[in-house]
């Protein structure tokens, strides 16, 4: 079972950075490819960034974030980390982490963390 616990959110003005992070228990996150998420209230929640497993880990990022978002794991520390850097207010939500087999669908994130809170004030 995999349990997963992010850390790091916080209260930040726009063009400030925050990292986030999201420790593994229970399994080994190297062997699953790691997904941010986020959901701002009153909207649905959407894909921020994932990793890939293997020693490329190849990354994807929404349009929204790119180039302001960077999405990396630490394997010795069983934790993935997203750096979010010149943050607006619109990337004021609820983060989270998540874990799938990466033989599966980019819908079948099958564990979740309970999530972050980041605000960006103006």
């Known amino acids: 079972q995999v349990q997963l616990v992010e850390s790091g959110g916080g209260s930040v003005e726009a063009g400030g950075s925050l990292r986030l992070s999201c420790a593994g228990f229970?399994?080994?996150?190297?062997?699953?490819?790691m997904g941010w998420f986020r959901q701002a209230p009153g909207k649905e929640r959407e894909g921020v960034a994932s990793?890939?497993?293997?020693?490329?880990?190849?990354?994807v990022y929404a349009d929204s974030v790119k180039g302001r978002f960077t999405i990396s794991r630490d394997n010795a520390k069983n934790t993935v980390y997203l750096q979010m850097n010149s943050l607006k207010t619109e990337d004021t939500a609820v983060y989270y982490c998540?874990?799938?087999?990466?033989?599966?669908?980019?819908?079948?994130?099958?564990?979740r963390g309970q999530g972050t809170q980041v605000t960006v004030s103006s």
């Open positions: 990793i890939y497993t293997g020693a490329a880990g190849s990354t």
């Open positions: 998540a874990a799938r087999r990466q033989y599966l669908p980019p819908t079948s994130y099958a564990y």
């Open positions: 229970g399994a080994n996150l190297r062997s699953y490819c």
